[in-house]
């Protein structure tokens, strides 16, 4: 994303700096002003950067812990919150200006080295958001992806919980930023805002013969050509469906895979120590998801607000419908089946948060806590791989569906919000006409890439750990418990 | 001396320590276990994944008594502790050679 | 609440979009123009949003969970997550209609069908607030009722905890929010607005001759009376002391003597199984309900702070007047009592939080903590009836109080903020002229209807479930655990 | 700080308020209008304010719960909840008139008994921020403040955790924040405000004569002198280095030292009884954080998202810092360990949080992990004194280092923001040329200022306690715990 | 009849009632211990603070059995729990007196 | 062979060991128990709703030894677990017919 630097100014009362523009400069100043912060939008990204975080610590880490043995409680909570502070670093030091600067020839593929330790970052410095005009403070635009960067590796440690050292689990986690979230957030979400294209397709309008309208059309086209690959390819993803759920979900199966099953599994009873703290983590996950979603739309306005309301309904939906195939299934709803439909609701809805309408998020949401469920409960038990908190059954499954949902459910005859077209009215967006075949085809496209570049991508690094440090304990260790291995200590203390 | 060990369903912890309050004991140890036995667990399903569980919990009571008070004491425990559903427990007997009170150091009987 | 839709417009940076208006059009569109919302209202309001949901889970959840047998943690938890669930879905649904649309001829008791399945809303329409001119998106007020709408029946649970069929619950919040909560909202919170009213009071005054002005004092008319049958009475509710709390505690006291007391009530010791999570609960509570009370002044400004002022000194002030009375009857303060009484005072504040002063806060905090602690401790055990989590004592009674209070303290002379009054000189809110008299009895009607209403519905309710799915398990199930009969599940597995 | 009461005035949508204040009365207006508050920053603030009331209740009562043994924990839980309250309504009383209002004669340090009963102070009433023309709610600073004075003093208690009676607790506080935080808050923060310092150099600069001069540059210092000690020393303590920590911290390894140490102390093993709760503590303390910090500039734009980024990151270097080092000296990283580096990062950043750049910002960090570390490890055991949990080792030594810290990293060379000086060009806040001798000396006057005056205070009012109410229980109830001693329940009944 | 005591290693709790069960046990109980022994425990270390732990988890089985079946189960338990490593646990048979069911008033054998 | 238990106050149990120890015991098994006795409990209350709490909580220490090791460590656990106040629990002492020793199959005394 583009940010616009502007000159130190200092912020005032809004009546009185607005009169003195309105009053002193008169109409010519609208046309080149830089945009500034409105500062709802700065408190609410505040706010949702907050809100993300904490999904992450505690929320997360106890929807997790929760469901391993105690014996190995602390060393989710400790890979999970030394994940966040990893990658907090890794992204303020690199990881912002791989993901959101231009590449070069690479830049269908990550960015460059611009922005490493902040470059040029500053409290004036803004980042574009979805609107023409409007802008954010570009600290909070980096915070709040930071945001993002840190939940994503942590989704995966669930896959291969009980049994992964920590010292690998830290490697991996460095390695795998890098080289795939990094990327692939790049070619999702990186692009040049909508006002560098609006003001592009001004001048191409404005442009008074052939040669000056030639230049125009290419520097407009070299303005959307700077964008990641899936950007370009048209595929969406409002708040990480491919980036996050999927990416995190495919790393997590192929983790599970290579470090093998935890020691007795299948035959040991592997009960969750505590659904309490499964249970308080999935409704901090819900919570902050708000954050998650509602905060990807980078201001707070109406679409915020039907962010939000897709969110809660798509999360009810799901719980509601996971609780009723178990009920029919098993005979009693569990409490970790609700609040399992419920994540798999959040995670579906992610990507389509901002494009669909609320009952088409509550339709996504009833699917996704069916699908999930299944792949949890049926196909896990039919393939036997230890994917030991189910990262792959809900978060790429569920990621998957939602990703291909939101192609669909963006049509504005389902009651979706469209897809903007920022060329159209150049200054503003207005709603594109819906294609359901292109826009299918261009999701289908970013969640095979997402599967293979993540997947191939996680195989090598596991692989590479496994050389260095290793991967596992032995197995007398693993009986002890890792928080005594890895940590030498112990959750509980009673 | 005899101790006498029972294995009693937990809701019954209170009606069993006043009988054997009333049968003229003074003390008795309590512990948390988990018994297995002819009455059936339940089945515990976690995300698909079922597990039998086959033990249930259960209280361990141990009373040390003059020998002479066995009979009353076993009486107590059993009619205190009955419901008459499976998995009313056990009630064990052993003899004991000695006891001592760890404050007083006085012995046996003075020890109970 | 009446909504204003307006044309899709691409919110712009406050500075180019204000220059623009006041330059291109003069002063004619101050009269005209639709009003746009405020971004930080907006901000603020996702932000109250999300604390409410967070009341409820994992708040609510821990506070109640805590309280009971640890065999029983499970199904408190699982019957509050899913009551936010189906309640979500069914506000969704209709509720939302039915609670904030006209209802024709029966709209002084519930609202009409014309926004079931949320039509007409959409990222662009907004909802009234209580000031000229102030606007939020509709789907965020619809996602902060909503929040409402899910805690309410949430809170009544508790009173017959331990106890009741999962699906019993279920079935009773599906009928009691259709029959007594969306109605009793209805009947509080319906009104016209304070635009429709501003524009016809001007339209009145503007009115030329004696036919006109007959003609537009009959339109005021008709659209002053188009609100809740409590609300034309004009009794006062700030942030739900009526709708949430009395309804909730008394609909709890009539499940706890309809479906009788605990086996083993109270003959055996039924201890708080972690009051850790009792005392976590309450604090999530306590800062959700800076979003509860501060965030239904629908706006973010100097009285949405004096809504959270009060929300902070009442319940401090309540947790020590409990903690005192404890400590000089018991000998000893504990921290349940110190939650609890917080709690009191939460609810006791919740409809004077807009109203009253900090003065007037702090004197009813300490009322709610003496009075709550009289009837959980004294009452409760005279009369001998199995509330279990003290919903009646606490909702119930501190509801009442602070409904009543609220009458009082709203007074300027006391500090209150007086009652608004849209008409005096329209197109802005004037502070009436308090009354006593008249301002205790609107609130007192209010409290007997709602205790009339909820109570004898919920009577209803109850036994059409003991005759359909039934209301109680066996009684092995029950000394078993509610856990395990239910859910098939123990919460601790340590 | 001083404040602006305005007139009532309703709120209305900005673009129509405006408008009307752009066309009806010209330019004039721009000099004279009391600055209104902008609702995003009042936003953010109620934002802010929750926040920093869940890192009291229940982050940090978890964080220090966790690490007590579990016959200790609800003593924990309950001194640290009612402390909140009891602050609350002291703070509401009278300790917000004696941290923010002028003193007279006593200015120096502390403050005067205008507010008491928050006499004057209404919905209407507007707080000054740091930006010239932006002012805030001032109930909504007045409450944002309320959440600091209830938290510094429940970071004491820590200290002395597991044998000090709660009566004792609650008399000590009491004294405590009268005699020690209020006046410390007023020595730190107390000015007369942007607005009130531009008002006055720009009559300075428009006087004509030489009389006019003399008297305006009067009322210039006048103004200037209207502050707290330390303030006008030139002291920048950005979120409560000074106030908060070092403060909190002294006072807590007075109370150790004086109470003496825990039955059984180093002798018997004294594990925390649960790091779950401590990690969600800590967790739930970073997020809190991002209010206290962030929250702390007033309003919501890009020094704000500065802050919360070096929030962010500080935290993270400071724990990676802590698990190298624990790593290296014992062999294994423990999560207490992480959490423990994370919250003394949290600590240190405080005072610079919106001063410091990222860059800065994560050194200190790092620096911070190391050495807390030391002290907690090596330090403390090698002097004996059994400081709980710590609160002198992360506290007060992480809040020197940061209020040192932040005299350099303040400097603009080193990507600091810089000192603002409102005086240079009145009206707007410029930067001043950065000096690195007076700014350290500054810094280290307050860090010695409020060494002494706490740490004698302190030891005063603990004399007075033991001498009244005495400071510990019996032996025999100690070692049965104070949750049964104190408080007649146990934190878990499993 | 006997009351044999094992101390066991937890994991092993379903090898050795698997194969108590195949030796004719209906029924034994389990206490959660902790033992102290040749096997070494760990070190916990809170910041900066170190703690020997030389009590381990353990389980602990009682049995009733009637005297001709301890044999058998006493070789049921070894065989079961074994896993040769240091900490495997200990195996103690006492003589029992009486043994009564609870639910029905059975005696001795036929309570087992 | 002896087998010897002993009710302590829980804050005492490093003392015992250490005594034990010294005496030349290699072993022990402990368990976390509710005591009921002479010592008055404390109450609780919850909202107003009192209970009276007579179980204390207590450790039960188990030890099998040598007979002829019997009095010694009787007299140890007896002087390290004693603080003179009521409550100080009790010293249980059976015979014990035979040790094994999962690990080797050791038996008796060489399995202690
Ligand atoms: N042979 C045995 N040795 C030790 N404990 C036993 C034995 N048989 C049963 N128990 C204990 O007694 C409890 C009840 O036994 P069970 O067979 O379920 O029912 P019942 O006592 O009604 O016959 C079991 O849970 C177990 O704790
Ligand atoms: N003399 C004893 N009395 C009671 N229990 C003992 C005794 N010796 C050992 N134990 C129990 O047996 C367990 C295993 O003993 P240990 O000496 O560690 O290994 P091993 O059984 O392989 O010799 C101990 O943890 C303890 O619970
Ligand atoms: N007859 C008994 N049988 C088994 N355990 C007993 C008996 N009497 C006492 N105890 C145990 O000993 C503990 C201490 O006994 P108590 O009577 O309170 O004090 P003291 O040992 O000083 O006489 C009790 O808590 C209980 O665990």
Same mark, same amino acid.
Request: glycine share 12%; with cysteine.
């Given at each position: 994303m583009r940010m616009n630097n502007k000159l130190k100014r200092t912020m005032m009362g809004a009546s009185v700096s607005l009169l003195g523009l309105a009053v002193g400069t008169g109409l010519a100043l609208a046309q080149t002003a830089a945009p500034t912060p409105n500062k709802g939008d700065t408190a609410w990204m505040l706010m949702a950067t907050g809100l993300v975080l904490m999904m992450s610590i505690p929320g997360l880490a106890l929807f997790y812990g929760g469901l391993v043995r105690s014996k190995n409680m602390l060393s989710i909570l400790a890979q999970i919150f030394m994940i966040v502070c990893l990658v907090a670093v890794l992204w303020t030091v690199y990881g912002y200006s791989l993901a959101f600067t231009s590449g070069g020839s690479l830049n269908d593929y990550v960015g460059g080295f611009s922005k490493i330790f902040l470059n040029g970052v500053n409290a004036d410095s803004n980042a574009a958001t979805f609107s023409n005009g409007v802008?954010?403070?570009?600290y909070i635009y980096f915070a709040f992806q930071m945001t993002f960067a840190c939940i994503t590796p942590a989704l995966i440690v669930g896959a291969f919980a009980e049994r992964t050292k920590f010292s690998a689990v830290m490697l991996f986690v460095a390695l795998w930023v890098t080289f795939i979230y990094f990327p692939i957030a790049h070619m999702v979400w990186y692009w040049a805002g909508p006002d560098a294209i609006g003001d592009a397709a001004k001048a191409l309008a404005a442009a008074a013969d052939g040669a000056a309208k030639t230049a125009a059309a290419a520097k407009l086209e070299e303005i959307k050509a700077d964008a990641g690959l899936i950007f370009r390819w048209g595929a969406i993803d409002f708040a990480g469906g491919t980036v996050v759920h999927i990416n995190a979900g495919i790393a997590g199966l192929v983790g599970a895979l290579i470090i093998g099953k935890r020691v +007795?599994?299948?035959?040991?009873?592997?009960?969750?120590?505590?659904?309490?703290? !499964?249970?308080?983590?999935?409704?901090?996950?819900? *919570?902050?998801?708000?954050?998650?979603?509602?905060?990807?739309?980078?201001?707070?306005? +109406?679409?915020?607000? #039907?962010?939000?309301?897709n969110t809660f309904v798509a999360t009810a939906g799901a719980a509601l419908a996971w609780l009723f195939v178990e009920w029919a299934a098993k005979g009693k709803p569990s409490l970790l089946g609700m609040v399992s439909g419920a994540v798999?609701?959040?995670?579906?809805? !992610?990507?389509?948060?901002?494009?669909?309408?609320?009952?088409?998020?509550?339709? #996504?949401?009833?699917?996704?806590g069916v699908l999930c469920y299944f792949f949890v409960a049926v196909v896990k038990n039919k393939f036997g791989y230890d994917d030991s908190l189910d990262v792959f059954g809900i978060h790429c499954v569920g990621g998957i569906l939602g990703a291909l949902a939101t192609g669909i459910l963006v049509n504005p005859a389902l009651?979706?919000?469209?897809?903007?077209?920022?060329?159209?009215?150049?200054?503003?967006?207005? *709603?594109?006409?819906?294609?359901? +075949?292109?826009?299918?085809?261009?999701?289908?496209?970013? *969640?095979?890439? !997402?599967?293979?570049?993540?997947?191939?991508?996680?195989?090598?690094?596991?692989?590479?750990?496994?050389? !260095?440090?290793? #991967?596992?304990?032995?197995?007398?260790?693993?009986?002890?418990?890792?928080?005594?291995?890895?940590? +030498?200590?112990?959750?509980y203390n009673h | 001396?005899?101790?006498?060990?029972?294995?009693?369903?937990?809701?019954?912890?209170?009606?069993?320590?006043?009988?054997?309050?009333?049968?003229?004991?003074?003390?008795?140890?309590?512990?948390?276990?988990?018994?297995?036995?002819?009455?059936?667990?339940?089945?515990?399903?976690?995300?698909?994944?079922?597990?039998?569980?086959?033990f249930l919990p259960k209280l361990k009571i141990e009373v040390?008594?003059?020998?002479?008070?066995?009979?009353?004491?076993?009486?107590?425990?059993?009619?205190?502790? $009955?419901?008459?559903?499976?998995?009313?427990?056990?009630?064990?007997?052993?003899?004991?050679?000695?006891?001592? $009170?760890?404050?007083?150091?006085?012995?046996?009987?003075?020890?109970?």
């Amino acid at each position: 994303m583009r940010m616009n630097n502007k000159l130190k100014r200092t912020m005032m009362g809004a009546s009185v700096s607005l009169l003195g523009l309105a009053v002193g400069t008169g109409l010519a100043l609208a046309q080149t002003a830089a945009p500034t912060p409105n500062k709802g939008d700065t408190a609410w990204m505040l706010m949702a950067t907050g809100l993300v975080l904490m999904m992450s610590i505690p929320g997360l880490a106890l929807f997790y812990g929760g469901l391993v043995r105690s014996k190995n409680m602390l060393s989710i909570l400790a890979q999970i919150f030394m994940i966040v502070c990893l990658v907090a670093v890794l992204w303020t030091v690199y990881g912002y200006s791989l993901a959101f600067t231009s590449g070069g020839s690479l830049n269908d593929y990550v960015g460059g080295f611009s922005k490493i330790f902040l470059n040029g970052v500053n409290a004036d410095s803004n980042a574009a958001t979805f609107s023409n005009g409007v802008v954010i403070p570009e600290y909070i635009y980096f915070a709040f992806q930071m945001t993002f960067a840190c939940i994503t590796p942590a989704l995966i440690v669930g896959a291969f919980a009980e049994r992964t050292k920590f010292s690998a689990v830290m490697l991996f986690v460095a390695l795998w930023v890098t080289f795939i979230y990094f990327p692939i957030a790049h070619m999702v979400w990186y692009w040049a805002g909508p006002d560098a294209i609006g003001d592009a397709a001004k001048a191409l309008a404005a442009a008074a013969d052939g040669a000056a309208k030639t230049a125009a059309a290419a520097k407009l086209e070299e303005i959307k050509a700077d964008a990641g690959l899936i950007f370009r390819w048209g595929a969406i993803d409002f708040a990480g469906g491919t980036v996050v759920h999927i990416n995190a979900g495919i790393a997590g199966l192929v983790g599970a895979l290579i470090i093998g099953k935890r020691v +007795g599994y299948p035959r040991e009873a592997m009960m969750p120590h505590s659904l309490v703290m !499964t249970m308080i983590g999935a409704s901090l996950l819900w *919570v902050g998801w708000f954050g998650f979603n509602a905060g990807s739309n980078l201001e707070a306005n +109406g679409t915020t607000a #039907l962010a939000l309301v897709n969110t809660f309904v798509a999360t009810a939906g799901a719980a509601l419908a996971w609780l009723f195939v178990e009920w029919a299934a098993k005979g009693k709803p569990s409490l970790l089946g609700m609040v399992s439909g419920a994540v798999s609701g959040l995670v579906a809805v !992610t990507p389509a948060s901002g494009f669909a309408g609320p009952m088409g998020s509550l339709v #996504l949401g009833l699917a996704a806590g069916v699908l999930c469920y299944f792949f949890v409960a049926v196909v896990k038990n039919k393939f036997g791989y230890d994917d030991s908190l189910d990262v792959f059954g809900i978060h790429c499954v569920g990621g998957i569906l939602g990703a291909l949902a939101t192609g669909i459910l963006v049509n504005p005859a389902l009651g979706g919000t469209g897809i903007l077209d920022y060329e159209a009215k150049p200054g503003s967006a207005v *709603v594109a006409v819906y294609e359901f +075949g292109p826009a299918i085809i261009a999701q289908a496209k970013a *969640v095979l890439l !997402t599967l293979v570049w993540s997947g191939v991508g996680s195989a090598i690094i596991f692989k590479i750990v496994d050389f !260095t440090v290793g #991967l596992r304990l032995a197995v007398d260790q693993e009986r002890e418990g890792l928080d005594l291995a890895d940590h +030498g200590e112990r959750a509980y203390n009673h | 001396m005899k101790i006498v060990v029972a294995i009693i369903k937990p809701f019954k912890l209170d009606e069993v320590r006043d009988a054997l309050t009333a049968a003229g004991v003074h003390g008795l140890t309590v512990t948390e276990v988990k018994g297995y036995g002819r009455q059936k667990g339940h089945t515990e399903i976690y995300r698909g994944a079922e597990y039998a569980v086959s033990f249930l919990p259960k209280l361990k009571i141990e009373v040390a008594v003059p020998s002479e008070l066995a009979d009353a004491v076993v009486n107590a425990i059993t009619s205190a502790a $009955r419901t008459g559903q499976i998995g009313d427990g056990k009630i064990f007997v052993s003899s004991l050679e000695r006891a001592i $009170r760890i404050r007083t150091g006085e012995k046996d009987s003075d020890a109970l």
